[in-house]
């Protein structure tokens, strides 16, 4: 009986694998305790215009505590937070935050 050629491990598919554009930031957020998802994030927006521009693009949103647990909720479900279901406000804040 003749042994099977293995087939070559072809590495992580594209789909795994994040874009990061500025691979320096990624690093220190990550080791500072960031999620890959909110690092990469910060990291691509930072090389799409400059660090300093990234924290004040947007509009003004009310804080968390001000949030309805159903909008919070709906919030930690778009970004995939598990367990959100069974949390308390404060839980669902933290989960937030921290993601």
Known sequence: MAARAKKA???PSIK???SIKD???YETLREEGNSKEKSARIANAAAATSRH???HRGGTSPSYEEW???RLRHRAAEIGIPGRSGMKKAD????????
């Open 9 to 11: 491990d072809p590495g």
């Open 92 to 99: 669902l804040i933290e989960a937030l935050r921290t993601h």
């Open 53 to 55: 521009e990234v924290g």
């Open 23 to 25: 691979r320096e930031l």
């Open 68 to 70: 309805t647990v159903e």
């Open 16 to 18: 795994t694998v994040p």
